[in-house]
């Protein structure tokens, strides 16, 4: 157990609507993921951070932004929710270097979107 | 770009049975890690195993093994001694060596079931 918790881990919204998820991690590790996990698809990155108010794009992050204002939260917004945007997302910390490197990930976030 | 493929989507196996999940991948990089994460029906990602592609020996971790082939760009998750806790998905994941942001490229996932 790395720390990594994630709000809310249910949540049903309406097209349109904007909505933020939270990641919260413990061990104040540098970098800090989110993805989503759809049927067929795996897990896609949507955008990531190496620090505080340092972000980048993923491979699937049109109509979703992030922020970082501290260490410990990595927050994931939908402008604009739509019906596409349905899915569980998951926070992951990225933890060592090199061989000893690994992704720890939080309990994922259920998301529906009417 | 890289890509990671893992064509079952399905499979099963009878408890205490040996079964092999396939993954392949396509990359022009010549040093990387792979992975195999495994979700059970809890949703929870665990790390399961890794393999660096500079190690020619295969890791192994207890019933957990890979079948490396770097030429074939192969990298294959061998259960052995299958339990009922083994039921879940199986995902495969590629990192660059040199990728300063340390991203993971995922397969779609296989689903294993095991039979009582």
């Known amino acids: 157990d790395a720390g990594i918790t994630q709000s809310p881990r249910h949540k049903v919204t309406e097209t349109g609507t904007p909505v933020t998820l939270r990641c919260h991690q413990t061990?104040?590790?540098?970098?800090m993921y989110w993805y989503r996990q759809d049927p067929g698809h795996g897990l896609r990155l949507i955008h990531y951070?190496?620090?505080?108010?340092?972000?980048d794009k993923g491979e699937v992050s049109d109509g979703y932004s992030v922020s970082r204002s501290k260490t410990e939260d990595f927050l994931l917004t939908l402008e604009s929710a739509t019906s596409s945007q349905t899915s569980v997302y998951f926070c992951a910390i990225g933890t060592g270097q090199g061989a000893s490197y690994e992704q720890y990930f939080g309990p994922g976030t259920r998301l529906t979107v009417t | 770009a890289q890509t990671v493929t893992q064509s079952q989507p399905e499979m099963s196996v009878q408890e205490a049975e040996t079964v092999t999940l396939s993954c392949t991948y396509d990359?022009?990089?010549?040093?990387?890690?792979l992975f195999w994460y495994k979700q059970p029906p809890s949703r929870q990602m665990i790390l399961v195993i890794r393999q660096e592609a500079y190690k020619q020996q295969n890791a192994t971790e207890n019933r957990f093994s890979v079948n490396f082939q770097k030429a074939a760009k192969s990298f294959s998750l061998k259960i052995s001694d299958s339990q009922l806790g083994d039921t879940a998905m199986y995902f495969c994941a590629f990192m660059k060596q040199r990728d300063s942001s340390y991203k993971l490229i995922f397969g779609s996932g296989t689903r294993l079931l095991v039979r009582p």
């Open positions: 951070s190496y620090g505080v108010k340092d972000t």
């Open positions: 061990e104040n590790h540098r970098y």
């Open positions: 990359t022009s990089e010549s040093n990387y890690y």
